[in-house]
């Protein structure tokens, strides 16, 4: 009888335990601590080998875009946004109307509202993907500098920070801190965007004062 407690002791800790470490190894990887990590050279050779898809993406994102906003989306996989904000400037007051959403389904009426205050529709949605993809990349905003992002690693993120001219002698200092960008060429930069945990600055650099 004892034999028979004792086993069913060792069956029930051995199920906590893996148990336990199941629910460890899935908050680390909702931490992204197993995604791989990139330096300044990887986003450089990344640049090179797909100049002309990210120069793709950019002219159709400019090109669906609607003058009076600013639109930041990320895609996470083929059914999700990550991000999805919409920033308009009312052309009456001037003052500017933030929409701000994380993780929407992309089949979904709430995506289908933001999509068609765009004039956009779900095959908008696919094309950009499609470009998105062919760039290897999984996010874009239509600011200035026009930003695109690379890829997540843990909390933190990489993006490709492009200008259509050289950037100003007045802004290297900015561009090329040392910390979070890193100067590539005359028009673009690379930016390493730390989270809420994690390194904040962009691997491989120190800062410096």
Known sequence: MFKKILKWVFIIAGIGFLSFVGYVIAVLYAFGVFDRDYNRQDLIEHYESRTAEIKNLKAYYESIVPA??????EFDGNRELGIFHILSKDSLTGKSIQNSNWDLKIKSPKVDSMIASLGWSQETLKTLKLKLDEADCISVTNSSPFNIGFQRSGMGMYFYNLFDQPIPDSLVATYNDGYTYVLY??????EYGGGAVGPQCFPGLKYQN
Not at 68 to 73: D, G, W
Not at 185 to 190: E, G, K, P
């Open 68 to 73: 009076n906003k600013t639109v930041k989306i």
């Open 185 to 190: 060429t005359d028009r673009v930069v690379l």
